[in-house]
């Protein structure tokens, strides 16, 4: 097998991944607090002897967006949405997680919990308290949660320490293996959720352009196969 081959071969493996994580982003397209991903392709470049040298591109590492996501108004209680870097954390049977998906609602034992039934946490780690029945629930730009005019606690907003280093699980989740801070300048909105943060018409161009250059590059290796089959053929013959 040739350098070219070599190279090509590389470069179908890199877009490959890269299909597969725009296709992702276009199926939680409307996913809510769904932060987008990408590929950062590296360029490996090595001596042949006397020849020249090979230039061969990798999938290296998956990008995720953290940029801000539209805000959705939905009026509701325990909808909250962050204004700014940071992330909300939740407590998962597998250890906290970082998430911007802000879909909350109190629990039979009074806590604040997502969907999925994990406690929403504070800034020193512990459950929030949503006390039921004692009036209306206020939660103001810095996370104070107020139960009837009275404060009971407040939600926790965290950056993680190293942002290249954020593992993604469970689609708005993410592991933070180097920890998180406090966020002081990020603010919480009541009543809004934050939307995804991915543009499906640029993620469908994408799927395009990665889907040509595939293309393109497996017709080459298809040429390259039927030109080693002839010449294969022809030394037979002699």
């Not at 409307?30 to 360029?43: A, D, H, K, L």
């Not at 020193?124 to 308290?129: E, L, Q, R, S």
Request: overall charge negative; proline content about 6%.
């Amino acid at each position: 097998m040739d350098n070219a081959t070599y190279a090509t071969l590389g470069r179908q493996t890199g877009l490959l991944a890269q299909m597969s994580l725009v296709a992702n982003n276009i199926a939680n397209a409307n996913t809510t607090g769904y932060r987008g991903e990408g590929v950062m392709f590296s360029e490996v470049v090595r001596t042949t002897g006397d020849g020249p040298s090979l230039s061969m591109a990798t999938a290296r590492a998956r990008l995720t967006d953290l940029s801000q996501g539209a805000l959705a108004q939905t009026g509701g209680a325990f909808d909250l949405a962050i204004e700014g870097e940071g992330f909300f954390m939740v407590q998962t049977p597998d250890g906290q997680r970082l998430t911007r998906a802000g879909h909350f609602g109190p629990s039979a034992a009074g806590d604040l919990v997502t969907a999925e039934g994990y406690p929403v946490l504070d800034a020193g780690g512990a459950p929030v308290i949503v006390p039921v029945g004692t009036g209306p629930v206020g939660i103001a730009p810095d996370g104070t949660v107020s139960a009837g005019g009275q404060p009971v606690g407040q939600v926790g907003l965290f950056v993680p320490r190293d942002p290249l280093a954020l593992k993604r699980e469970g689609g708005t989740r993410f592991e933070a293996p180097g920890g998180a801070d406090p966020a002081p300048a990020a603010r919480v909105l009541q009543g809004f959720l934050e939307e995804s943060n991915v543009d499906p018409i640029t993620e469908v161009a994408r799927m395009i352009e990665v889907s040509r250059a595939y293309e393109m590059g497996q017709s080459f290796l298809d040429r390259e196969d039927e030109r080693i089959r002839g010449a294969i053929r022809a030394l037979n013959v002699r």
